[in-house]
């Protein structure tokens, strides 16, 4: 009697899997959210000139992520292929992360546009380096929809803490705990708390991840001939396009936010913790809803619903007028992300297993690296749009904000966001991603237990 195959449960906790993410996401998504405030709006950069930074930066990490990407796949350690990348790269991230936000307020000019490039390009190469491991142990780690399904939910979870914390939190610390609306001081001593905590939670995530070291038995992958493979996989253009039109909007909100409501709702930086903290929470709980809905309806099929519920909540925004309108817009936000947030990884892990069983190697490394690339074209459209700000609005720094900085980031956080959301729900409906299995991922089912079901 012939065996069958079975997918083996997961041996390593999803809850500590997903508790990397975690970590991974306070460092980013701290100095996503405050730099374009700290070095445009406090020390004085041009947007323009910070816009033509934001796309050298583009261009390096275009280069860098497929290399580091690959390099994780050609790994073979004791330890596993991606263990040691997430051990070195999480304190390299966090010193890298200190040093973008000690910036002195002394510095101006070429000086400053070099300490900005510097160690914003220095961050993102090790936000690469861990994103590339970390999300290429999803497929691996949790082979079945289902499981993956909930490994993806929780560390979406633990994602949304850690913005609560590095975005919600941050203006509170940085502005009114350890520093004031005028000064830089805050952002340093912030930073060196999320590092620490960063650095924490990625090792201990990491020393407990279980790698398949069925993953691991294939021959290396040669670089070239991988990459033009993926650039020729039609999945990966379409799925990486429409998903850029996810990622860029989201950016440009995170980014955003703090100056929308400085200029555009006419309040406090430091209040920005009860708009974002209030989308980050319903964001938490409507991840539970999505989740099960996953379950029943599938991946693809809440994604497709998830994408026109966030483009329609960009328009909320741009009509809030304070504090509580802003809630209220945030609201819809919040559920649109977290449908997003449950779904878009889901659909890029059916396309890593589908290249799997496709050419018999696994290479879920270079290919989320080139993902990666896709979909940090943020960097390019985040400078651009700002620098946009200076031709319709004559904004150009917090020392020459223009005439009407409010109505300029109403575009900045709304406007551009609805545009790319919109394409994307359309693009979505007409996509199709098969869910596929590379055989690593199954075992053969003891005899004993086919004996048992077949007597």
Not at 286 to 309: E, Q
């Amino acid at each position: 009697m012939t065996s069958e195959a079975v997918v083996p449960e997961a041996r390593t906790p999803p809850w500590r899997y997903a508790i990397g993410m975690f970590g991974t996401s306070i460092p980013i998504n701290m100095i996503k959210g405050s730099m374009i405030l700290f070095y445009v709006d406090m020390l004085g950069m041009d947007a323009r000139v910070y816009a033509g930074v934001m796309v050298v930066y583009a261009i390096i990490d275009a280069i860098d992520n497929p290399l580091l990407g690959h390099l994780s796949d050609r790994t073979r350690t004791r330890f596993g292929r991606r263990r040691p990348w997430l051990l070195i790269g999480a304190p390299l991230l966090a010193a890298s992360m200190i040093a973008f936000f000690s910036a002195p307020t002394s510095l101006d000019g070429v000086a400053l546009v070099i300490w900005f490039a510097t160690f914003a390009i220095l961050c993102e190469a090790f936000d690469s380096m861990l994103n590339a491991n970390y999300g290429a142990l999803l497929p691996e780690l949790f082979p079945a929809e289902r499981a993956r399904a909930s490994a993806n939910g929780l560390r979406q979870g633990f994602q949304l803490v850690a913005l609560v914390i590095s975005l919600a939190v941050t203006p509170l610390l940085t502005t009114r705990v350890f520093g004031t609306e005028d000064t830089t001081v805050g952002f340093r001593t912030t930073a060196i708390i999320y590092g620490v905590v960063a650095v924490v939670a990625i090792c201990f995530m990491a020393i407990g991840a279980h790698e398949n070291p069925r993953y691991a038995t294939r021959e290396r992958t040669r670089f070239l001939p991988s990459v033009a493979a993926i650039l020729k996989n039609p999945l990966f253009w379409k799925v990486g396009l429409i998903g850029a039109c996810y990622a860029i909007p989201m950016a440009l909100v995170l980014s955003g936010v703090q100056l929308y409501v400085r200029y555009s709702l006419g309040l406090p930086v430091a209040q920005t913790l009860y708009l974002q903290g209030v989308v980050i929470l319903v964001a938490g709980g409507g991840l539970v809803v999505w989740t099960r809905v996953v379950a029943r309806k599938g991946a693809l099929w809440t994604w497709r619903l998830a994408f026109p519920l966030l483009a329609v909540s960009f328009v909320g925004l741009f009509f809030a007028r304070d504090l509580i309108t802003g809630i209220a817009a945030g609201v819809l936000v919040g559920i649109g992300w977290s449908g997003m947030l449950a779904t878009n990884d889901l659909i890029v892990a059916r396309v890593l297993d589908g290249d799997a069983v496709r050419h018999g190697t696994h290479r879920e490394g270079l290919f989320l690296s080139a993902f990666g690339t896709l979909g940090r074209l943020n960097g390019i459209i985040s400078g651009l749009a700002l620098a946009s700000l200076t031709v319709f609005f004559g904004y150009t720094s917090g020392d020459d904000p223009g005439a009407d900085p409010g109505t300029a980031f109403r575009f900045y956080m709304c406007v551009y966001p609805f545009v790319l959301a919109l394409i994307g729900s359309v693009a979505a409906r007409f996509l199709h991603v098969p869910a596929q299995l590379p055989a690593e991922a199954v075992a053969p089912e003891p005899p004993e237990h086919v004996a048992e079901r077949t007597a």
